[in-house]
């Protein structure tokens, strides 16, 4: 997907959300589990029911593979879903990966050609040569981690290097290594502040903002500091949204609360 | 595997060898094709050719993420056939992972419970909580990304960071989470002379040094700047052991290649 048909999704749904699939089956609705592969079900579902509120999905590899070769099936299903429903919402596979050049092209032929995500985030401590090989597929997007979410994002992100921090030093480097037609960046919703420093920074890309809901970030606060003239945003939002309720009306639950995120970004793309 | 039955392992085959398992199917010899699961088969004979010179094996996921559920299934067969036949031998996931606790901890229970391996290999730009949930598991490790062998160690890793480079923080910071009896560090054989300055750093600590071979790190230098009293170190050579040879004889080459690179490491543990 490229960013013409982003850009014109958000416009349409006047969303821009992104709602996370990091499905564990210790909380999915227990009459599920008697479903042959309860995880595909869940998601069939929750996809269902919310996509007219999102443009983004975002499953997270890690609550796959813990379920092994099985888990990833489950992945599979669940992207090829998706695509073949809905395929003008964009799918981020949030597999955090990079390696050495030659072992970094097997994972993107894993997560371009295997799995058919339109994205991948990636890990940005191996350098240019860990991140290139995401770079060559036509209308795939690479998404660095810049700024993440979580309590450890003090321990590197935030070091002082050439007079700024590690994270805007990820920030420009990698931007010059693609342009925002083609790479976003991760801030985690969790530092609004440091959102309008980058914005500045980055005028143009793209940020895949996780950590609204559980992780305590405020969409309202992201809106103001992170949109830009194509919106500019994915906020995603996860267990807010797809553990809205366990019972049998979790999809509709799922749908509300993702229809609740999707008013509110409403009113901040047009206030914009 | 704890630390003692690790050093009891390089004592007995007078050997730091790991062999890396990055099994690509355009490599492998084409008579293979032909078998149910050629990945396993080849890996297979690879095992049962070159574990008496090897400590460890580490297969990276990229390889088996390549072909979708079937390839993590190959992997699942390759890990559990190496615990079975050869539970001596540490196996590490190249995997390269690290999320948000939440997540990280899927992974950890992927790669330890799941697929069965000793090790796992962490991005540490995300910090401790990422790292965190790998560390709770009984003789299970986590090698921490320091200093890669690939061109892209430039972009982000020597970067001056109060008053050292950004390797040495993550060195000290991520050495203070935990001890070497639970801790190693990936350090690339294609930087000799930072090994010795990270030994004087971190002298008890395993380090894992990948690129001797196809990427040009000398194995006497690394040996010379990074053996400790305890070896501390696992070598590992991908593709000049498993692609020795193409043909059926494949396995033989394989161990030819293993044992050169066993004795010389002898040598070197003698000198010590």
């Known amino acids: 997907m490229n960013k013409t048909q982003l850009v014109a999704e958000i416009n349409k749904k006047q969303s821009f959300l992104c709602v996370g699939l990091d499905t564990d089956?210790?909380?999915?609705?227990?009459?599920?589990?008697?479903?042959?592969?309860?995880?595909?079900?869940?998601?069939?579902?929750?996809?269902?029911?919310?996509?007219?509120?999102?443009?983004?999905?975002?499953?997270?590899?890690?609550?796959?593979?813990?379920?092994?070769?099985?888990?990833?099936?489950?992945?599979?299903?669940?992207?090829?879903?998706?695509?073949?429903?809905?395929?003008?919402?964009?799918?981020?596979?949030?597999?955090?990966r990079g390696d050495i050049g030659n072992t970094s092209a097997n994972y993107a032929r894993a997560i371009f050609d295997g799995l058919g995500a339109d994205a991948v985030t990636v890990a940005p401590y191996m350098g240019l040569d860990s991140v290139e090989p995401f770079l060559g597929f036509d209308d795939k997007w690479v998404i660095v981690l810049a700024l993440t979410s979580n309590k450890g994002s003090q321990d590197f992100q935030y070091l002082e290097v050439n007079g700024h921090h590690l994270y805007e030093e990820v920030l420009t480097k990698a931007a010059s290594w693609a342009d925002s037609n083609k790479m976003m960046f991760v801030v985690g919703a969790t530092h609004p502040e440091e959102l309008g420093g980058i914005r500045k920074l980055l005028p143009e890309h793209f940020l895949l903002v996780p950590g609204v809901g559980a992780q305590g970030g405020d969409l309202d606060a992201v809106a103001a500091n992170g949109?830009?003239?194509?919106?500019?945003?994915?906020?995603?939002?996860?267990?807010?949204?797809?553990?809205?309720?366990?019972?049998?009306?979790?999809?509709?639950?799922?749908?509300?609360?993702?229809?609740?995120?999707?008013?509110?970004?409403?009113?901040n793309l047009i206030k914009k």
Not at 37 to 46: G, M, R, S, T, V
Not at 53 to 79: H, Q, R
Request: hydrophobic share 40%; proline share 4%.
């Open 227 to 267: 949109l830009n003239k194509d919106c500019g945003l994915l906020v995603n939002s996860s267990r807010g949204i797809i553990y809205a309720a366990n019972d049998e009306h979790f999809a509709e639950r799922a749908a509300e609360e993702a229809e609740k995120l999707q008013k509110k970004m409403s009113l």
């Open 25 to 96: 089956i210790k909380k999915i609705p227990q009459y599920l589990l008697k479903c042959e592969d309860p995880i595909f079900a869940f998601n069939k579902e929750i996809i269902d029911a919310t996509a007219q509120y999102a443009v983004a999905f975002k499953p997270n590899t890690a609550f796959y593979e813990v379920y092994g070769s099985k888990g990833w099936y489950s992945l599979e299903k669940t992207i090829h879903y998706i695509k073949e429903n809905y395929p003008e919402i964009f799918v981020i596979a949030d597999a955090k």
